[in-house]
Nanobody, 128 residues
Framework: QPQLVESGGGSVQAGGSLKLSCQMSGYVTTGRCMGWFRQAPGKEREGVSSIYINNGSTRYADSVKGRFTISQYYAAKTVYLQMNNLKPEDTAMYYC?????????????????????WGQGIQVTVSS
């Protein structure tokens, strides 16, 4: 099974940018959906973006469309989340997740129930 480690979090002022990385190890294959989720204190975990490694198809939550970009560099076994024009409401713990091997791609909605493997999370704080 894959192991996931996030990096790149930190503190930034509103309007700034951060790039999160998710390094995969273990059983890495193209047939997985990779996702980014976030959870703010007192709130439910929210699906932010997903990418199907096999063909690069992507999904985004409405709240981040046009500001966040998910990408992959399979040779480096890494998935990225470029976050631009950050807002205070983007403050949260961000988690990388991987699905089981599938040939169905990522689901239309970015649901945590569709993912089986999780990183430990990394904090992103945006100040106004």
């Amino acid at each position: 099974q894959p192991q996931l480690v996030e990096s790149g979090g930190g503190s930034v002022q509103a309007g700034g940018s951060l790039k999160l990385s998710c390094q995969m190890s273990g059983y890495v294959t193209t047939g997985r959906c990779m996702g980014w989720f976030r959870q703010a204190p007192g709130k439910e975990r929210e699906g932010v973006s997903s990418i199907y490694i096999n063909n690069g198809s992507t999904r985004y939550a409405d709240s981040v469309k046009g500001r966040f970009t998910i990408s992959q560099y399979y040779a480096a076994k890494t998935v990225y989340l470029q976050m631009n024009n950050l807002k205070p409401e983007d403050t949260a713990m961000y988690y990388c997740a991987a699905s089981r091997v599938t040939n169905s791609g990522c689901s239309y909605s970015i649901l945590s129930s569709a993912f089986d493997y999780w990183g430990q999370g990394i904090q992103v704080t945006v100040s106004s």
